[in-house]
């Protein structure tokens, strides 16, 4: 059998796409530039990483797909809503981001700050709604709104954008502190992504935490790339400045392991990722499929 | 029987308290600054208007105080994040809040966007919490969830502050307009905090409509009365400069209907507010001396 990726990525981000578009107020509903600013970034030609492992973990432990998008898009509004604050002029203060100019060069720093804070809020009205809890326990979805809102705030991905900003420029930073950015700023939204779907999907203990322990390392891992790409990559294949974190001196695993020993603990985390799901049968191909892409992407 | 309502404010301002410190990660925990940040503007002399208002209303359905407590200190925390994040230079540039420094001009703005976003993801961790969903049904926690972030989304408060900033300099502002900021920008989590208590304490149908109307109209009239405060004021009694609304452009009442239909219009909204609980017994007399107090208050 051979599995297409590619395909399988296409296929599961229309799907994501189509139900994101549902679950957002049109651009001509007031205000609008409140409800542009927030489509803006939520449709600017992301990967959909964070809900494709979602839905992919659902499926994984043999969960209806209908139980997981609300989720999977509510976690690409978090997503979405953490990267137009990065963005920000007091934050990175980035004018592009995927080749487009950045939510705040368009709409301006208040909108896309208010723009920021209702897509983190639009993410909790989706996972609430009263029709997304007439077709799935609402144990389960409490536990989601949990897992997700832990994962994103002061404790995981907001804690990790504090420590990454309070590092930039020291010459000094040790590998627990870039651990510490990496597994809260990235890798709690991911591993968070990852749970998520066992638990939609109806996973046993058993399951949700393999399959916790697989979205760890890959989160990890996908950061680590992600940091050796932006010493290695060109411009064009990262649609944003190349080498942009050496010049803002951003604490990363290259700037602290070398290039070698950072693409070695990346495979390392894969390995690790792989092993983690052994147990789980072919309906978690996709995922493993996705751990190898991770290590290998080039954008 | 006389009620003390200063009395009944302190001691469930005590409560609120209390229960708030415990529900937020402690100054020294890493990250230092970001928990520093959400602490200082938590605990900056806040009336706690809707946390005292989603216990009243529990009350008022006869509920359990424990039921509602969470989530009192999660709309706290909602109205936290959005007052730091409205003081922000991008935004209304505020340099004092309740005779205080504003976050910003403690921690700078970055520190100051993440806390605020922090506070707001804080809200949905707390109302998620398990420890929450094994003493009330998860149901009517996730009933809670909606309308808490539905008040605080694009089509409530953020909605609200998108207009009032775009409404900022225009003089041609009319009633609408003014009505559209009101009630999206303080009254859709004032009513959602009424509500939240109701559902959470168990009131039925017809009581929980009832009370939804009451805080709608309270909302109303308490921003209002802030607004005719800000003209008649003194600077000493807001902790703000008195006039800056005017002073700012910005839509207000007093701007579109002048001081006395502006006292006139609140007043009718606290007898509105008074009449649709008048089926509701004693259990609502506090909510019925807090509608009093937001008419006369001074501060």
């Keep these: 059998m051979s599995f297409d990726l590619n395909r399988y990525i296409n296929e599961r981000c229309e ?20 409800h542009k600013s927030m489509r803006y970034s939520t449709f600017a030609g992301g990967k959909r990483l964070r809900p494709i492992l979602l839905l992919a973990a659902c499926d994984a432990v043999g969960g209806d797909l209908s139980a997981a998008l609300p ?20 934050m990175d ?14 709409f301006g720093d208040a909108v896309a700050i208010l723009a920021g804070d209702a897509l983190l809020t639009q993410a909790f009205i989706l996972l609430s709604s009263p029709f ?20 994103a705030g002061s404790r995981g991905m907001v804690g990790g954008q504090v420590v990454d900003m309070e590092s930039e420029g020291c010459h ?11 597994t809260h700023k990235t890798g709690a939204l991911i591993k968070a992504s990852v749970k998520s779907g066992a638990i939609l999907g109806g996973g046993d203990e ?30 064009d294949q990262l ?12 604490a990363t695993y290259p700037s602290v392991l070398g290039l070698n020993e950072s693409r070695r603990t990346a495979a390392e985390f894969i390995e690790i990722a792989l092993e983690s799901i052994s147990e789980l049968d072919e309906k ?4 493993r499929e996705i751990a190898k892409y991770i290590l290998n992407r080039k954008s």
């Design 206 to 235: 058993r399951q949700i935490a393999a399959l916790n322990r697989y979205g760890e390392a890959i989160g990890l891992a996908f950061q680590i790339a992600d940091d050796i790409l932006d010493v290695v990559g060109t411009t």
């Design 93 to 106: 203060n980035d004018d592009f981001r995927r080749g487009n100019p950045t939510n705040h060069k368009v």
């Design 239 to 250: 649609g944003k400045d190349a080498g942009s974190d050496q010049a803002r001196g951003k």
């Design 71 to 90: 989720a999977a898009c509510a976690m690409e509004m978090v997503h979405t809503y953490s990267l137009i604050h990065d963005d920000l002029p007091a």
């Design 15 to 34: 799907l994501i796409d189509g139900r994101l578009k549902m679950a957002m107020p049109d651009e001509n509903e007031l205000p609008f530039s409140l």
């Design 284 to 287: 978690a191909d996709p995922l």
């Design 172 to 182: 000094d930073i040790d590998l627990p502190t870039v651990q510490y950015i990496h």
């Design 132 to 151: 997304y809890s007439s077709n799935v326990p609402s144990d389960r979805i409490l536990d989601v709104i949990h897992e997700i809102a832990y994962a």
